[in-house]
């Protein structure tokens, strides 16, 4: 079964609100989760890194103000999508770490397709 | 700087046949990991198979093999007797092995298996 775990898997939203998409990880408590960003026939951009208890690291270009990265629990991180614009439509998925960076300890969950309508 | 190569976009094998896909790496670490992951199209990122940068024998699990020339800094995956679910889009990844580091992705490479 998924340790990771995100939700939505899909979600559609009017342009102007914002969507909140969750990443748990099951079985471990996970010191840093990473959000990325997937266009269509593209590879994975990283976006933030998520480290519980402090404020993500974003990486050069994304907007810290317009992807809302919270990581409040050892389980749990979200990231919220405020005032989104069509644009912003992609696949975005999660990854946990439990820090130790062996082959089978970095796990994704199963990304959110989001469409901005 | 830390990065993944993946040269070809696109290959096309027929079943029961084996396929090479390419990747080269680019690191100053001394210690790293190395990913292949298979995206089908619904989006989920399924682990394949992993090489330590000190591993000394090839990775293999199954029908997946990892060609690990380090020297070379190349770490192909082999897939032997290709199905049609095999079908897919495949990622090389990079991991220093520092705690706390994102994987670092290829652009990619499509598989394509007729029957």
């Known amino acids: 079964g998924a340790v990771v775990s995100q939700h939505p898997s899909r979600v559609i939203c009017k342009s102007g609100t914002s969507v909140k998409i969750e990443c748990r990880s099951l079985?471990?408590?996970?010191?840093?989760m990473f959000w990325y960003r997937q266009f269509p026939k593209q590879s994975l951009m990283l976006m933030a890194t998520?480290?519980?208890?402090?404020?993500?690291?974003?990486e050069q270009g994304v907007e810290k103000d317009k992807f809302l990265i919270n990581h409040a629990s050892l389980t749990l991180s979200t990231l919220t999508v405020t005032s989104a614009h069509p644009e912003d439509s992609s696949f975005y998925i999660c990854?946990?770490?439990?820090?130790?960076?062996?082959?089978?300890?970095?796990?994704f969950g199963e990304g959110s397709w989001l469409t901005v309508v | 700087a830390q990065k993944i190569t993946q040269t070809q976009p696109g290959m096309f094998v027929q079943e029961k046949e084996a396929v090479t896909l390419d990747c080269t790496y680019d690191?100053?670490?001394?210690?790293?990991?190395l990913f292949w992951y298979k995206q089908p199209s619904s989006g989920e990122m399924i682990f394949l198979i992993y090489?330590?940068?000190?591993?000394?024998q090839n990775a293999t699990e199954g029908r997946y093999s990892l060609n690990f020339q380090k020297a070379r800094k190349s770490a192909n995956l082999v897939i032997s007797a290709s199905q049609l679910g095999d079908s897919a889009m495949y990622f090389c990844?990079?991991?220093?092995?520092?705690?706390?580091?994102?994987?670092?992705f290829g652009k990619g490479t499509t598989l394509s298996v007729s029957s």
């Open positions: 990854s946990a770490s439990t820090g130790r960076g062996a082959g089978n300890t970095i796990y």
């Open positions: 079985d471990f408590q996970a010191t840093t």
């Open positions: 998520s480290n519980e208890g402090s404020k993500a690291t974003y």
């Open positions: 690191t100053s670490d001394p210690s790293y990991g």
């Open positions: 090489q330590g940068s000190y591993d000394q």
């Open positions: 990844a990079l991991l220093p092995l520092a705690a706390g580091t994102a994987l670092i």
